[in-house]
């Protein structure tokens, strides 16, 4: 099994999860899935800097 699928089935059982949940744990799933997101690339920072190949901030200034 390949990272990429890994992460995805990580993060799909961890959005069941988050459903479910109460509010103080679905805070901490959330980190955790943004973090997963941002690994894979997901994440629209991650596109962002993919697109330009520098961080955001830097091309606002």
């Known amino acids: 099994m ?3 699928d890994k992460l995805r089935s990580l993060r799909t059982r961890l959005l069941d999860r988050w459903a479910v949940a109460e509010n103080e744990e679905r805070l901490n799933l959330l980190v955790r899935i943004m973090d997963i997101e941002e690994e894979m ?10 697109k330009s190949g520098m961080p955001r901030k830097a091309k606002a200034i």
């Open 2 to 4: 390949r990272k990429s």
């Open 41 to 50: 690339g997901l994440s629209f920072i991650s596109q962002k800097q993919k």
